[in-house]
Structures are given as C-alpha cells and as structure tokens.
C-alpha cells in the first residue's frame, strides 16, 4: 500500500487555468515500483500542469468546458467513487483519487501492485483505501480552526514536513497529520502499539461518540399509466468515536420500527470486525418478502481516531413521501402550469425547509406571472427563468397543497438563457428540495442506550438523524413522451447540482 504522488489544487473559476497547484509530492521509490508491477500498462505520473489541467477537465470545472462530450459525460462513464481515469497525452493515468471540498481538490495516485490491463476491481487495490484515508486526513487538517488565508499558507507550508513523518516513502502511517505535529516522538510512541491500519495514534480527552443518520430519497414520477413511478432511500451512518486506548471496541446498532423497511445492499468500513451473514446478503435484486431480514442490524468495530461513513445502505420504502402532479400546457405565448402536492400521512409534518423548483429551458426570460398558491409563496427568477415555490416548514393539515398560474417568457438569448437538450418542447420537469430533522424514511434510528463501549471512561453518547431529498423530480404529465431515471441522470446532475 503505497502513494505515487500526491496533490492540493486550489480550484478558481474564472482564472486562466481555473486552478492553481498549492502542494504537490512525488514519490519516485513508489514511481519505480509501479514501472515494475504495471509493465506494458505503466503510465508515468505527468507534471503538474499537464496532471491539473487533465483533472480539472475530468472533473468537469473548466470555465470553457461546457459541450457534451461521450468519452466522459455519457451514462455508461457515471462516475461514483471518486476514482478517475485521467487523459494525458495518448495515454491514460488510473486510478486516481480525487475529490473537491470546500474550493480545493485534494488528489493522489495510488500504485497497483500488478497489471493494469484488463483494470483489477478497485476492492483488490488495497492503495485505494490508503490514498482516501490519507487525503481526509491532510483535509481535516486544513480546515481544523482555519480562518484565514495566511494560515491556509501556513498550514500548507507545514505538510512537507508532516508527510515525512505519517507517510514516508508513500506508505501512509498516521492519518491524523495533529498527533506529528503537536508530539516531536510521535514516531517512537506509535511503534510501540499495535494498531490496526485505520486508527494511527491515540485520542486524549473527554470520551464521546456521535453517531448521524442520513438518509436521501431519490423519485422519479410521471401521472402515466405507461410507466411506474419510481422511488428510493440512500442512506450512510457518520460516525466520530473520541475514546481513549490504542485499541477501543464499540458495537453500533440500528434499529427498525415493526413497519420500517429492511436495509439493503448494506456495505461496511474496513473497521468493523464482524457481521451478521444475513445483513451482507440482504440485496436489492432480490425481491422482497416477509422473510427479510429486518434487524436490529450490529456493527462491532474498532473505530478510526476521524470521523468515517459506519456503512452504506439502500432500501426501498413503500411510498414516496410526497407524491406529486406537474402539468405544462403551451398557449401561445404563455405557459400554464398546474402543482399538485401530497404529503404522505406517514411521513413526519415538520421541515426544515421544502421547496419546489419549476425550471423553463429554452425559452426567454420570464416577463409575467400570473399565480394562485394554496399554501406558501412563489419567488420569481426573471433571468434564470425559474420559479422557486416556498412551502416552508409544515403542510397543512389536509396534506395537499396545489399551485397554478401563467408564465409569459420575452425574446430569448441564447448566450444567458439556460439551455436543455431533453427539456424541448413540452418535456419538463419539478424538482423538490426539502430536509426533515430527527425523522428518516426507513425508520432507522440508533438507540443510545444500545451503543457498547469498552474503553476507559463513560463517553458521552449522541445520534441524528435526518430525510433529505436527492434527485426528486416530478415531470409533465402532458409530455409528448415519459423520460427514464437512466436516460437524465448525468444531463440533470451537471445542471442542477445541489
């Protein structure tokens, strides 16, 4: 498990390369160990010029890089990773790891102990891992009570130093870049304890453990007869465990109420010691039945000194919170569009914002509405042709709500108007944007009095959770023909990217 090289770009739009390299490290031990293990299918880590401009691109963040382009943006090339395969010159360099937070992309290139032709499955590439422990780690350190642009420098002055110390030659010793710099013998110290790889150091201070539940509902409804709606719960578990010892076990379970919907597909940190058959085997291919396992589902662990995602999981709840009607008809110069919304009864009535986005592509800016809201209120973005329905922090008490109006659209500019290839004509669609607090669609919760602890002290136990909507649209009803999940998934990402 090693790193090649390794990377901080500042991302800048606007700028003549739309980026600037702020710390960049090669390791040219690793560089010829990978000529070795890779052979023919070696790809030498370019400068860092031809790397930032290659990244940015792959990336999608250059200014003038706006056409579609198959090699990258087709659905067959959607990437959910953060591994990329980087174009340089005639050849291409992967895997890289990048991924960009808060305006700068932090990057690295692990090396593959073996051919990388035909790919290996990234599971069998342990350096994947190393390189994503080894950038959150350099990316807590830089945002840790940072305020300033002189101690960004600062900081960024310090990581050569740090490196050396918690990943020398590319091997990654301690993702906690704090324990090098606040300890002179850190290195001595963390010899002596036998630690697995993922908890590099030991915590000093007051126990706690936070556990959060995050859950986001992707929808897709169409009011046609020829097509099912469709709808889905993505849900991860972060958690931070600050528990003294080299070596503190922790046992996490989540729990269903006795109609919650069973989890699924259900993937876990390297971190956790042992699992149950049937939570691994709990698939969203299978149908579902009565039989499936429901929980409580127990995580036994021995958590990272960061803050890390406990698991993943998928689940397919019975309804869509809140289900919806769009229709668009055209009348000359005008558009008359009809919401209907329904909040569904099991859903908790308590937001922390809902909002309904109406975007109109290909067409000019809005001159006049004409609108009647039963609940709520209707923002106007003239120039960006969108109307934006506020509905606030609860539904009324009937649950539904509806809106209907005209829109009269100006001459359109082709240089500031939004530009769609699918919405044409009277193919359109509603995006919904709300988060509910303290509630998730599945049921799941963790119980705190649940959480086992075996470490010194008695640590200070919380959890959250929280719905949020994802990718929930809701199309013309009117629409000369239904548009699929799988055909708009990228089209809509790059343009509406929430």
Known sequence: MAQRAVWLISHEPGTPLCGVVKFSRRYPTVEKRAKVFNGASYVPVPEDGPFLKALLFELRLLDDEKDFLESRDSCSHINKTSIYGLRV???????VVA???NGMIYACVPLVEQTLSPRPPLISISGISQGFELLFGVQDFLSSGQKTDSELNTKLSQLSDLLLQTCPFGTLLDAN???SLDSINFASVTHLQKQPAWRTGTYKGKPQVSISITEK?????YDKQEIADTWQVVGVVTCKCDLEGSMPNVTISLSL????????DILVHPCVTSLDSAILTSSSIDAMDDSAFSGPYKFPLTPPLESFNLCYYTSQVPVPPILGFYQVKEEEV???IT???KLHESVKNSFEFCEAHIPFYNRGPITHVEYKASFGQLEVFREKSLLVWIIGQKFPKSMEISLSGTVTFGAKNHEKQSFDQICIGGTAYLKLHFRILDYTLTGCYVDQHSVQVFASGKPKIST???LISSDYYIWNSKAPAPVTYGSLLLNLSLQDNF
């Open 177 to 179: 870049l704090h324990n």
């Open 217 to 221: 509902v992707n929808s897709m409804q």
């Open 464 to 466: 959250h959770r929280k």
């Open 257 to 264: 109420p006795t109609n919650g919907s069973p989890l699924q």
């Open 334 to 336: 005008q558009l008359k």
């Open 99 to 101: 991924f960009l937070k």
């Open 339 to 341: 919401v209907n919304l």
């Open 89 to 95: 010159g005639s050849e291409e360099l992967w895997p």
